[in-house]
């Protein structure tokens, strides 16, 4: 399967990055994708942007919805993961604190269906993380790292990003790296200061002649983390390089990136829950706070299943989220004569695993409640391992202060092959028409993205104890019988009806020729582009669940001791003879039309209309869209969801302060496991900022409302908000600043909003606040300290019961606690 991605990277040499259209510039001046470095605040205008558009230009007269965060910035918020940062993008609903992975993230009100980021896309220097940002246990965000290497986040909203980026019509988050175009380096030590981990970043960047110049940095890090695991949950890094020779009217360069970083993943955890589904109370269980502890523990150190040839095998837990990636690439840009000639290419090797602790909704509980459904009347809990190994509990009701017990479900999957081969080219030129200018730009996107992952789930019993310890323990019944081997009561997902025990190994395909015309003539500028996509699935998938059925299951002697005991007949395993083969093709049309008007020089007005389209990839193969006995489509509309967009704003950039709004519209179907919808949403987005003297304040904010117009499978939810979706969140971050001393707070806050789409259960709003101070030593010495929910907050991110239950026990993810981090930086 390498070889053939090696053959097609030396077939198609080059290409370029994915683009947006944009309506129109007041100058035409060609940049460099990712050269721009600023310590400014979050000042898009001040710079050439570069995602999203054909050459740098001024946003004010752009027809487009741009933000983008520096690494001055990015430092100053300390994120603990990628998506953190997100946060601090308006229109941008990211949620994180799941650790280096696994957050849904989503704009602009359309919907978070299974997770991951759908309607968006995940950029590294202009091309695509994977092409598709939901891949189940293998989403995007869990692939990226941000470092000294950073130079700026750049995010473009709306519409206009479907036809120049395939995948991605809700907007597209790039991350751009330096490239040592300013000469110099960083060395950074960091440690967290009531929590353990270590951590040191580097970065070196500088000229080798006056054509030719580099950049190289990464990270190592180690520790338990800002959850206690029990272990060191953190354990790895990455090292990126880059090589930029640059030439007249043009550039070369080539780069590459190693990333081998373990982390945990913070999923769901018991909470107690009072009141009514319209106003809960949330509070959390003696002896376990889910902002400090989690379900991971030093006695869960291995998971036991099949494999992918229904071999018994043990699963290192501590692995957590396994990241693995190995990518080479490079991107040039030259004039043919009047054109200019941008290619960009990537190869990606990816790979790693997923293991994480998820609790059954309602199936974890009060002790008398858990044992009665698994084990019958008068069933017995005792120690499974741990430092009380093998003693009965002669009183559940009282254990660990909370008298409860986690049904959990080890969701293992190891991602096997998630190999990404991206090729993009286009050309540009200009034409001075009508005493304006006329830009086209043409090119092709061509990717190939495999999803070669293998599940192997299994179910434990644990007690629910904090900071690591909770052992895991075992279930007799009244008459002596053992319903668990070792903790374990059934090596497959026996708490969630035993479905989906899948293998995938199936090749996407991506193909797309797009192409755009810009006019701007005194202070108009009207622009349209077009993009089509189209593509191929051909592979095969293992999973007894197709067409409704479920998981095979088996008897197995898994302790080799010739007995067959009650766990040992509930092992699941892969019907390896039946493959059901995935073979289908899909193609859509996307366009998007912009106008913008420059009013004077400070302001500027525009509008846009926009189609686009989402491919799907994974998420649907194990449901009724996909025939199972060839492979082809059994609904053609159910290849792509097509999301159509209208937005409109103003924009203003003064000396001292900057204000964009931005009204929008869209209406949004979705395919999915156990999903046939449509949505829709409108609403106002805001981003300003204002700088007076020592003092700035960075602030955004996004007004939405959000609708299930259709449901074709559960009528009742038509009307309804979709889950996740506040009516408002928002990000402020104030700060004041000397020649020595910086300090400041960042704000980020969300309104209520439902745990599912049947508006039952809600999630209360929160406010997090992040505070930071640094103070410059020397012009080469920073000592920085953050402190991550300053206060505290017990914030919901998401939640599995969409009712509270009768155990008046909820699971659901939290935001980390207070956590405070120092570091101290040395430049060179």
Not at 352 to 376: D, E, K, N, Q, Y
Not at 440 to 466: C, D, I, L
Not at 526 to 531: K, N, V
Request: charged share 20%; proline share 3%; no cysteine.
């Amino acid at each position: 399967m390498k070889l053939k991605y090696l053959l097609l990277a030396a077939a198609v040499a080059f290409p370029a990055s994915a683009y947006a259209e944009d309506a129109g510039a007041a100058k035409d001046t060609q940049v460099e994708a990712g050269s721009t470095t600023s310590a400014d605040a979050v000042q898009p205008t001040k710079r050439a942007f570069t995602t999203g558009v054909a050459r740098g230009r001024d946003l004010l007269d752009s027809a487009i919805s741009t933000s983008a965060l520096d690494e001055g910035e990015i430092q100053k918020f300390a994120p603990r993961s990628v998506s953190e940062i997100f946060r601090n993008i308006p229109g941008m609903r990211s949620e994180a604190y799941a650790g280096e992975g696994y957050s849904n993230i989503s704009i602009r009100g359309l919907p978070i269906a299974l997770g991951g980021a759908k309607f968006l896309q995940l950029q590294e220097d202009g091309l695509p993380v994977l092409e598709f940002g939901d891949i189940a246990f293998g989403n995007a965000d869990q692939f990226l790292r941000a470092d000294l290497t950073l130079s700026q986040v750049q995010a473009i909203r709306g519409g206009s990003a479907s036809t120049f980026s395939s995948n991605s019509p809700g907007g597209v988050i790039n991350l751009i790296s330096k490239t040592g175009e300013e000469e110099g380096g960083a060395v950074q030590l960091t440690t967290g200061l009531d929590y353990e981990t270590y951590r040191m970043d580097f970065d070196y960047g500088a000229k080798i002649t006056d054509t030719l110049r580099f950049n190289i940095g990464g990270f190592y890090r180690q520790g338990e983390g800002e959850r206690h695991t029990g272990y060191d949950a953190y354990k790895g890094g990455q090292f990126k390089f880059n090589l930029t020779k640059t030439f007249d009217g043009g550039y070369v360069r080539l780069y590459g990136k190693f990333l081998d970083d373990k982390s945990p993943n913070y999923s769901s955890a018991p909470l107690r829950v009072t009141g009514t589904n319209d106003d809960p109370k949330y509070s959390v269980v003696p002896g376990f706070d889910p902002r400090k502890d989690t379900m991971y523990s030093r006695y869960l150190q291995s998971n036991l299943s099949m494999n992918e040839n229904n071999q018994f095998s043990r699963y290192d837990y501590t692995d957590g989220m396994h990241s693995k990636v190995k990518s080479l690439g490079g991107e040039a840009q030259f004039e043919v004569g009047d054109w200019t000639v941008t290619e960009r290419f990537r190869y990606a090797d990816i790979s790693g695993s997923f293991r994480g602790t998820f609790l059954a909704p309602s199936l974890t509980g009060p002790a008398s409640v858990v044992t009665g459904i698994w084990g019958g009347p008068g069933a017995v809990l005792s120690y499974a391992n741990g430092p009380l190994a093998g003693q009965v509990i002669s009183n559940p009701s009282t254990l660990n202060g909370n008298g409860l017990v986690s049904s959990t479900t080890l969701f293992d999957a190891d991602l096997n092959d998630l190999t990404n081969v991206t090729n993009d080219i286009r050309a540009s030129r200009v034409w001075n028409v009508g005493g304006g200018k006329l830009t086209a730009t043409a090119g092709f996107y061509k990717a190939a993205q495999t999803v070669n992952t293998t599940w192997h789930f299994s179910s434990v019993f644990q007690e629910v104890k904090g900071n690591g310890e909770a052992a895991l323990l075992n279930l007799t019944s009244a008459a002596g019988v053992p319903l668990t081997l070792n903790g374990f009561y059934g090596f497959g997902s026996t708490f969630f009806g035993n479905t989906r025990r899948n293998i995938y190994d199936v090749d996407y395909s991506v193909n797309a020729p797009y192409a755009s015309l810009n006019y701007h003539v005194g202070n108009l500028a009207i622009g349209g582009s077009i993009r089509y996509d189209f593509g191929t699935a051909r592979g095969e998938v293992f999973g007894a669940d197709l067409g409704g059925g479920r998981t095979g299951i088996t008897s197995y002697d898994v302790n080799g001791d010739g007995v067959i005991s009650a766990a040992e007949t509930r092992v699941a395993i892969y019907p390896l003879t039946r493959p059901a083969p995935v073979h289908y093709n899909y193609d859509y049309l996307s366009y998007s039309l912009g106008v913008n008007y420059r009013l004077a020089d400070d302001m500027s007005v525009f509008a846009r209309y926009s189609r686009g389209g989402r491919a799907n990839a994974d998420r649907i193969l194990f449901s009724n869209y996909i025939n199972a006995t060839d492979g082809s489509l059994a609904r053609e509309d159910a290849a792509y969801d097509p999301v159509t967009q209208a937005e409109a704003g103003v924009k203003y950039r003064g000396q001292d302060a900057e204000l964009y709004v931005t009204g929008f519209f869209a209406k949004t179907k979705e395919h999915n496991i156990g999903l046939d919808r449509s949505y829709r949403a409108y609403g106002v987005e805001l981003e300003g900022s204002v700088k007076k003297g020592p003092f700035r304040l960075n602030a955004g904010a996004t007004f939405t409302k959000a609708e299930i117009t259709k449901d074709a499978l559960v009528a009742a939810t038509v009307g309804n908000t979709p889950k996740h979706q506040a009516d408002l969140i928002f990000q402020v971050t104030p700060q004041f600043e000397t020649e020595r001393f910086t300090i400041g707070a960042n704000f980020l806050g969300t309104t209520n909003s439902y745990v599912g789409d049947n508006d039952g259960l809600k999630m209360p709003g929160y406010t997090l606040v992040n505070g930071f101070v640094q103070y410059r030593v020397s012009d080469r010495v920073q000592l920085s300290v953050n402190a991550n929910n300053l206060f505290n907050k017990l914030a919901i991110i998401e939640a599995q019961d969409t009712t509270i239950p009768a155990t008046g026990i909820v699971q659901a993810r939290t935001a980390n606690g207070r956590t405070v981090s120092a570091s101290l930086r040395f430049d060179f």
